[in-house]
C-alpha cells in the first residue's frame, strides 16, 4: 500500500497482478464507517485493452461477500461497514493465459474522505469555514471514535491478560502440588519397599 499524503483514511494503492492467482489488499476499518473506492486497470507490456479485464471481491471481517464484480476494466465499490476488522479486497486477472503484467490503481477513501462533501454542502447550502468546520467536526468525531474503540480493545486485552495469569498460577500450584504429592507417595513407597527387603 502507498499512503497518499499524511491522511490515513486517504490512499493510493498501485498493485501488480500474477498472471494466476489474486492479489488483496487489507484495511482495518472500525463499525458504522463509509469506504468508497476507484479502482482502474493500467494496461501494460503487450496487454491488449479488451481482454484486460479483472474480477474484484471485498469481504468483511467475518467473511460476507460486500462486493463482487468479474470482467471489468473500472469500478467504484462502496460500502458501510457493519463488523470492526481487516476488510480484504482481491483482485484476480480474467486472463491468466496472457503475457505481461497488469497493474491496478486504487483510490482508497475511508470515513471523512468518502464523503462527497460538494453534495453536503449544495444540501445544506454552506462554504466556506462553515463547510471546513464541519469537515474538522467529523476528523474529531472520528478520532474520538478510535480512541473509544481502542480504550475497548485495551479493556478487553486486560481482562484476556488477567485471566491467562491467574489460570496460569492456578495451573502452577496445581502441577506443585501434583509433583508433591506424586514425591511423597514414591518416598512412601520406596520406605515400605526397603523396609520389606530389610534395607533400613
Not at 28 to 56: F, G, M, Q, W
Not at 100 to 125: H, N, P
Request: contains cysteine; aromatic residues 8%.
Amino acid at each position: 500500500m502507498v499512503n497518499n499524503g499524511n491522511k490515513r483514511n486517504l490512499k493510493l494503492i498501485l498493485q501488480t497482478l500474477p498472471k494466476s492467482g489474486t492479489k488483496c489488499v487489507s484495511e482495518e476499518t472500525h463499525n458504522n464507517v463509509i469506504v468508497v473506492a476507484d479502482y482502474v486497470v493500467v494496461v501494460s507490456e503487450n496487454y491488449r485493452l479488451p481482454n484486460s479485464t479483472i474480477s474484484v471481491t471485498v469481504t468483511s471481517p467475518y467473511g460476507n461477500i460486500i462486493h463482487h464484480k468479474e470482467n471489468v476494466t473500472h469500478g467504484t465499490l462502496a460500502f458501510a461497514s457493519t463488523e470492526s476488522g481487516l476488510y480484504r479486497t482481491c483482485f484476480s486477472s480474467d486472463h491468466s493465459d496472457e503475457d505481461g503484467k497488469l497493474v491496478v490503481t486504487i483510490d482508497w477513501k475511508i470515513g471523512v474522505a468518502a464523503k462527497d462533501w460538494e453534495s453536503v454542502a449544495r444540501k445544506e447550502k454552506i462554504e466556506g469555514v462553515e463547510l471546513e468546520l464541519r469537515k474538522l467536526k467529523e476528523v474529531v468525531e472520528g478520532i474520538q471514535n478510535n480512541f473509544f474503540d481502542l480504550m475497548r480493545r485495551e479493556a478487553k486485552m486486560r481482562d484476556v491478560s488477567e485471566t491467562t495469569k491467574s489460570r496460569v498460577a492456578r495451573y502452577s500450584i496445581s502441577s506443585l502440588g501434583i509433583c508433591i504429592l506424586a514425591t511423597s507417595a514414591q518416598l512412601w513407597y520406596l520406605t515400605c519397599f526397603f523396609r520389606k527387603k530389610k534395607l533400613i
